[in-house]
């Protein structure tokens, strides 16, 4: 209340940003990124801007952070330069730019940030020995063959679940038609199309999943200085 009710106060940035970090700590980080961009307008502070550009990564808005960044770039010396310049590229890693990444790394000097930055590309460089998923690739063999896509995961147990599964439904399909039950084979063709089609959609989802915890683990491994 002191910064509403006393605006000229000389405590004003400082009560200022505690209460941002209260926004932070509490989960409102829309409200948190508001405080410091009204300290922003009276004072182009480094760290307003490296605050904001921090939020922005932690709650994986790593487009907007990079934007912001770019935008307040050119106000600062290299020392605090290179500080965003690794928040870049920690975002355009969390994006899968890999080339990006590894350029924005590449181009720290700062001498208390360029050892973190070399562990960083080192990071990236067993990231790209880790063998992702293709989503598409893992749905088009489950379109071709029922559960295949499953054992390109290496999900062998849902394989065998989607194989068995999709197998009955289809036998049971052929068999009603077969012997002419038609209610029979409408339920079955229900059935076997419903979980198909699952199967298709769950193999696309599970290869995305996936590569995504991946990512995140490299992640935690390269941003954990700033967080």
Not at 116 to 121: D, E, G, H, L
Not at 175 to 189: D, E, M, P, R, V
Request: hydrophobic share 40%.
């Amino acid at each position: 209340r002191i910064n509403t009710n006393y605006p000229d106060n000389n405590y004003h940035d400082q009560v200022a940003i505690k209460i941002a970090k209260c926004y932070e700590k509490m989960g409102y980080f829309e409200e948190a990124i508001k405080q410091y961009e009204l300290l922003i307008e009276n004072n182009n502070n480094f760290i307003y801007i490296f605050h904001i550009s921090r939020i922005y990564h932690f709650t994986q808005s790593y487009k907007e952070s990079n934007n912001f960044i770019k935008y307040n770039l050119d106000n600062y010396n290299v020392e605090k330069v290179d500080t965003l310049l690794y928040i870049m590229a920690c975002n355009y890693f969390a994006l899968n730019e890999i080339d990006s990444s590894k350029i924005f790394f590449e181009k720290i000097i700062n001498p208390s940030l360029i050892s973190f930055a070399k562990k960083s590309v080192n990071h990236i460089n067993d990231f790209q020995n880790e063998k992702l998923k293709d989503p598409m690739f893992a749905r088009r063999l489950n379109f071709i063959f029922p559960g295949l896509g499953y054992l390109y995961l290496n999900m062998p147990q849902t394989f065998t679940s989607a194989f068995i599964i999709e197998s009955m439904f289809l036998y049971a399909t052929y068999s009603s038609n077969k012997n002419g039950y038609t209610s029979g084979t409408l339920i079955g063709a229900l059935f076997f199309s419903g979980f198909y089609f699952g199967s298709t959609h769950g193999a696309w989802s599970y290869a995305i999943k996936n590569n995504k915890k991946i990512i995140k683990t490299y992640l935690s491994k390269i941003n954990y200085i700033f967080l």
